[in-house]
């Protein structure tokens, strides 16, 4: 049997530096070319292909380092459940994504609040236009597409690569870490960490990442929807609900959300240990990504 040329932590760590390497690079010619054209970033043509430049570069960089490393994409993007199983971690994925939406915006909000105080200014989000029939390719590649390929990258190639060496709660906590650095949103940044936690403990119980990218997409489809219909979607729910509906919704998310993670912290199946150095060894594989994100957040976070 070959000997593998990564341990498990070194691999999952390479997958995260060299995604994020090819995204910056796809990023920097995407950025050249548009300003070389007649495209303006808020129009509905460049909105749509810097959500696409993500899935292009994790494709290229997984591709590309499983074909160098000699390790199969499938062994690491478990999706096989059992019939009752699929239904039970579906119905959490439900739960976890309308927990995390409307029970935790204030993190943003309140984060935002903070961020103002020190200088921050956040950027507006731009969407392309919702009306009529557009809202079913916004949601194929503002929902769909990021579901597939980030759970693929992060509760797939990079959980299921360092959980064994790291153990399973440091992976949780370095997948949420990677996920929001990934995002590069100083604004976002508490938010994507617990969602990126989330799904990561999701998958280590259900053992596939298709809960993870139910959970993702349901997350993201939402809050295109309720753009679609004219609600700010940046702003708090009791911005735009009616206080009796903003404080039903609020608590019924936040009981889902309880009811989610209840459910995930029963399961029976005993979380590994970390094994010594697993960690440290993710870091030195990770640390050209993590450095190449924290710079970019920071530039975020003055310009």
């Given at each position: ?75 690491m993007l478990p999706v096989r459940m059992s019939p009752p199983g699929a239904a039970k971690w579906c119905a959490v994925a439900v739960l976890l994504a309308f927990g995390l939406l409307f029970s935790l915006s204030w993190l943003n909000i309140g984060f935002e609040r903070l961020l103002r105080l020190i ?20 949601l194929f590649v503002m929902a769909l597409l990021p579901a597939l390929f980030e759970e693929a990258l992060f509760r797939g190639v990079l959980l299921q690569s360092i959980k064994e ?139």
């Amino acid at each position: 049997m070959e000997k593998q040329k990564f341990t498990g932590a070194q691999f999952g760590g390479l997958a995260f530096s060299g995604t994020v390497i090819v995204y910056v690079v796809l990023s920097f010619i995407f950025s050249i070319v548009s300003q070389l054209t007649d495209f303006s970033e808020s129009g509905d043509a460049y909105i749509y292909i810097s959500y696409i430049v993500s899935p292009v570069a994790i494709t290229i960089a997984l591709a590309a380092l499983t074909k160098f490393a000699r390790r199969p994409l499938a062994g690491m993007l478990p999706v096989r459940m059992s019939p009752p199983g699929a239904a039970k971690w579906c119905a959490v994925a439900v739960l976890l994504a309308f927990g995390l939406l409307f029970s935790l915006s204030w993190l943003n909000i309140g984060f935002e609040r903070l961020l103002r105080l020190i200088g921050y200014d956040a950027s507006p989000s731009y969407f392309p236009d919702l009306s009529g029939g557009r809202v079913a390719l916004a949601l194929f590649v503002m929902a769909l597409l990021p579901a597939l390929f980030e759970e693929a990258l992060f509760r797939g190639v990079l959980l299921q690569s360092i959980k064994e060496e790291t153990g399973h709660l440091n992976a949780v906590l370095l997948c949420g870490m990677c996920f929001a650095l990934f995002h590069a949103s100083a604004l976002q940044t508490i938010y994507q960490f617990a969602c990126g936690c989330a799904f990561a403990l999701l998958a280590i119980r259900s053992r596939s990442v298709l809960p993870g990218m139910l959970a993702h997409f349901l997350n993201n489809a939402t809050i295109i929807i309720l753009q679609a219909c004219g609600l700010d979607t940046s702003g708090s729910l009791f911005d735009w609900a009616p206080l009796w509906a903003a404080v039903l919704v609020t608590v019924l998310s936040a009981l889902s959300l309880a009811g989610a993670v209840a459910v995930m912290a029963a399961d029976k199946t005993p979380l590994e240990k970390p094994v010594k150095g697993g960690v440290f060894a993710f870091f030195i594989a990770a640390a050209a990504g993590i450095v190449v994100l924290a710079v970019l957040w920071v530039a975020g976070f003055f310009g």
